[in-house]
């Protein structure tokens, strides 16, 4: 499964370690994405989606039948 968000898109991102002594390796950053069921009242249904914790709380603003309409008209599966 990719480590992707489905609300805000949200993907890995490059980067460095660097030590004390300057030395750089490469890294990776990863969104800070849950499993998590929402209850959508219009679908009668729980909807389980991957999703990272700015876009729970995108969710918890906007309500949870309005961001499935968005991803429903952007062609996302959920």
Do not use: E
Request: proline share 4%; aromatic share 8%; with cysteine.
């Amino acid at each position: 499964m990719a480590r992707v968000c489905v609300v805000t898109g949200k993907r890995p991102m490059s980067g460095n370690n660097v030590s004390h002594a300057n030395n750089k390796t490469k890294r990776r950053f990863y969104p800070n994405l849950q499993d998590k069921r929402f209850w959508s009242p219009r679908r009668k249904r729980w909807v389980k989606l991957r999703i990272s914790a700015k876009g729970i709380k995108i969710i918890n603003r906007r309500g949870v039948d309005r961001v499935l309409d968005d991803l429903q008209r952007k062609g996302v599966k959920f």
